[in-house]
């Protein structure tokens, strides 16, 4: 029973095209995770937030990717030119705190790229 | 850097069996260790937690305890049942200035009736 909410769970693209995901945290929470789990279910940090600074990301996200967690909006994810590589699932978490602290995650927003 | 490593990628057992997942991991200081279970369609949950503090965690029959000798953190449970089959994840939370959780590969569970 998920507190944080995605959307969509299933998102399908042609390569080329934007993909763009949506995450409500939990209520209360100031920390927020985006994970990248592929096939094989290893996961990936992408980058993360607390409240509405960034705390850090990877190269690949800095490079190809547009994220943000505006204040009383979702947090979003945008691919801007997705990639066949890019199909995963993508997990939204957040936390009270930035480290130590149990992390909520969402149910995952399903990405494929045709 | 982190590391963590479950070796099993499938457990197979019978309900009522015993349950014994390995996970060993590598860092400096002293991290934060979890347990998360995953279940088909769903995201990742917290299992149990432990720290250097409380040293053993335990939560709907499984335990697990933070052996810093040995850098283990192995899960467990006596008795199995069908409805825990689903994805283990260890995951290494190492303090530091760019904190972010280490999972494991996982090791899914399946426990048959």
């Known amino acids: 029973n998920s507190k944080v909410i995605q959307t969509p769970r299933y998102l399908v693209k042609g390569q080329g095209q934007k993909a763009k995901m949506r995450c409500i945290p939990e209520?209360?929470?100031?920390?927020v995770f985006w994970y990248q789990q592929n096939k094989n279910n290893e996961f990936k940090f992408l980058i993360n937030f607390q409240n509405q600074e960034v705390l850090q990301q990877i190269d690949m996200t800095e490079k190809r990717f547009s994220a943000e967690c505006p204040s009383n909006s979702p947090c979003s994810l945008e691919i801007q030119s997705s990639e066949a590589g890019d199909s995963a699932l993508y997990l939204c978490?957040?936390?009270?705190?930035?480290?130590?602290?149990?992390?909520?995650f969402g149910p995952g927003t399903r990405l494929l790229v045709l | 850097g982190n590391s963590v490593t479950q070796m099993q990628g499938q457990v197979t057992l019978s309900e009522e069996e015993f349950l014994f997942i390995n996970c060993t991991y590598s860092?400096?200081?002293?991290?934060?260790l979890f347990w998360y279970v995953q279940y088909p369609g769903e995201g990742p949950q917290l299992l149990l937690k432990v720290t250097t503090a409380n040293n053993k965690g335990s939560s709907r029959g499984f335990e697990a305890t933070y052996d810093k000798g040995t850098t283990s953190f192995h899960l467990q449970k006596a008795s199995v049942q069908e409805s825990d089959s689903a994805v283990y994840y260890c995951?290494?939370?190492?303090?530091?200035?760019?904190?972010?959780?280490?999972f494991g590969k996982g090791t899914s569970l399946v426990v048959h009736p």
């Open positions: 209520k209360g929470h100031p920390v």
């Open positions: 995951v290494l939370g190492a303090p530091g200035g760019n904190y972010k959780p280490t």
């Open positions: 978490a957040s936390s009270l705190y930035r480290e130590g602290d149990t992390q909520y």
């Open positions: 860092t400096t200081g002293y991290p934060t």
